[in-house]
Antibody, heavy 123, light 107 residues
Framework: QVQLQESGPGLVKPSQTLSLTCTVS??????????WSWIRQPAGKGLEWIGR???????NYNPSLKSRVTISVDTSKNQFSLSLSSVTAADTAVYYC???????????????WGQGALVTVSS | DIQLTQSPSFLSASVGDRVTITCRAT??????LAWYQQKPGKAPKLLLY???TLQSGVPSRFSGSGSGTEFTLTISSLQPEDFATYYC?????????FGQGTKLEIK
């Protein structure tokens, strides 16, 4: 059973960079037909996809965040990471990492999720 | 961008009821749709993908249908553990949007 776990600072100052890491266990991050995504959810609100990566280095980002987002991978540690620069209070949210199931040239769904990490942007 | 609109946004029902949640897309999205269940303080859980394929381990009281612009999630007989918020999601686009959510509450 694949498991994902987010880690990183819970408090970030405005204008600084938010950094989170997702550690994958129960399977290799490099295996087969999976991409790896970040999604966020402000308190009491809906879900927003941030971006995804494949271990080849391919990345796709939400156009609304693209100028501030970088997703990277460390296959030796079975981890992938999110970096979001120039944060404001509007970036306060629970951040989830998830496995993005890709099969027969189509994305099917986010089938495994981390438990989520609350990041608060405040001075 | 393709937008997804769920209806209703809030739904009050009783244990044993049959409930249906609708997700409408602004453009034809074929069957590139998934449904998730989220309980307070927890991550979303995948229920169905490709509009109607049940994810492994999900009870058979959950079913999905639809294609094109209109989709439904049906729970055939509500159980106490089903009271949660449900989201639809369109896949295979950038970004892959979620619906705004439907909160299912106990009557």
């Amino acid at each position: 059973q694949v498991q994902l776990q987010e880690s990183g600072p819970g408090l970030v100052k405005p204008s600084q960079t938010l950094s989170l890491t997702c550690t994958v266990s129960g399977g290799s991050i490099s295996s087969g037909s999976y991409y790896w995504s970040w999604i966020r959810q402000p308190a009491g609100k809906g879900l927003e996809w941030i971006g995804r990566m494949y271990t080849s280095g391919t990345t796709n980002y939400n156009p609304s965040l693209k100028s501030r987002v970088t997703i990277s991978v460390d296959t030796s540690k079975n981890q992938f990471s999110l970096s979001l620069s120039s944060v404001t209070a509007a970036d306060t949210a629970v951040y989830y990492c998830a496995r993005d199931n890709y099969f027969n040239s189509r994305f099917l769904a986010f089938d495994f999720w981390g438990q989520g990490a609350l990041v608060t942007v405040s001075s | 961008d393709i937008q997804l609109t769920q209806s209703p946004s809030f739904l009050s029902a009783s244990v044993g009821d049959r409930v249906t949640i609708t997700c409408r897309a602004t453009h034809d999205i074929s069957n590139y749709l998934a449904w998730y269940q989220q309980k307070p303080g927890k991550a979303p859980k995948l229920l169905l993908y490709a509009a109607s394929t049940l994810q492994s381990g999900v009870p058979s009281r959950f079913s999905g249908s639809g294609s094109g612009t209109e989709f439904t999630l049906t729970i055939s007989s509500l159980q106490p553990e089903d009271f949660a918020t449900y989201y639809c999601q369109k896949l295979n686009t950038y970004p892959p949007p979620f619906g705004q959510g439907t909160k299912l509450e106990i009557k």
